[in-house]
């Protein structure tokens, strides 16, 4: 049987810091709209403390995550056991978008080693937090994370890439805003 925590303690959190994946879920209000589900490695999550997490967003095919939650904030991380004791634990919540340009955004990515050229961080106020069996979960060995985004990130000048994003990440599959370039100020 399933069950719920108030906050994350230090055996939750111990538990995430030594998970290699996680996914993310998210949808836009619209029943016509995308369900979007998406894995993410590269050590790229942060427990910030007992309600409150964070992902670096290094960006990949499209922007359904970020578009979702600028729309609803509705966010769901979900955790499996693929070594050890069976468990599956999700963190149900509502997120908030911190993009590459904001002007904290230098002092924030630097909770993620190596993590400079991320697009996006998605923070999440936690509201729910959930086990379940997990039993159904295959065991599977870690070999490396794989280096082609990383690579795909980092061979482009840093204005180049964040033009890219900016074109390429400019809306949904829904059509929902995605990447949003930051209003010129007035004269």
Same mark, same amino acid.
């Given at each position: +049987?399933?069950?719920? $925590?108030?906050?994350?303690?230090?055996?939750?959190?111990?538990?995430?810091?030594?998970?290699? +994946?996680?996914?993310?879920?998210?949808?836009?209000?619209?029943?016509? /709209?995308?369900?979007?589900?998406?894995?993410?490695?590269?050590?790229?999550?942060?427990?910030?403390?007992?309600?409150?997490?964070? $992902?670096?967003?290094?960006? /990949?095919?499209?922007?359904?995550?970020?578009?979702?939650?600028?729309?609803?904030?509705?966010?769901?991380? &979900?955790?499996?056991?693929?070594? /050890?004791?069976? &468990?599956?634990?999700?963190? $149900?919540?509502?997120?908030?978008? +911190?993009?590459?340009?904001?002007?904290?955004?230098?002092?924030?990515?630097?909770?993620?080693?190596?993590?400079?050229?991320?697009?996006?961080?998605?923070?999440?106020?936690?509201?729910?937090?959930?086990?379940?069996?997990?039993?159904?979960?295959?065991?599977?060995?870690?070999?490396?994370?794989?280096?082609?985004?990383?690579?795909?990130?980092?061979?482009?000048?840093?204005?180049?890439?964040?033009?890219?994003?900016?074109?390429?990440?400019?809306?949904?599959?829904?059509?929902?805003?995605? +990447?949003?370039?930051?209003?010129?100020?007035?004269?």
């Amino acid at each position: +049987m399933g069950k719920t $925590y108030e906050q994350l303690d230090q055996k939750l959190i111990d538990w995430i810091g030594g998970q290699k +994946m996680f996914f993310v879920a998210t949808a836009p209000l619209s029943g016509d /709209g995308l369900v979007n589900l998406s894995p993410k490695g590269y050590d790229a999550f942060r427990v910030i403390d007992e309600k409150t997490v964070a $992902y670096a967003d290094l960006g /990949g095919s499209g922007i359904e995550t970020v578009a979702h939650v600028r729309e609803n904030q509705r966010i769901t991380i &979900m955790f499996c056991a693929f070594e /050890g004791p069976a &468990m599956i634990l999700r963190l $149900y919540g509502k997120g908030r978008i +911190m993009q590459f340009d904001h002007p904290d955004f230098d002092k924030e990515i630097a909770r993620f080693e190596n993590f400079g050229r991320a697009r996006n961080i998605v923070f999440i106020d936690v509201e729910r937090i959930a086990d379940s069996c997990g039993w159904g979960v295959p065991f599977y060995d870690f070999k490396s994370e794989r280096d082609q985004l990383t690579r795909y990130i980092d061979h482009r000048e840093l204005e180049d890439w964040r033009e890219s994003r900016m074109q390429k990440n400019a809306e949904s599959l829904d059509g929902l805003p995605g +990447m949003v370039r930051a209003a010129k100020p007035a004269e």
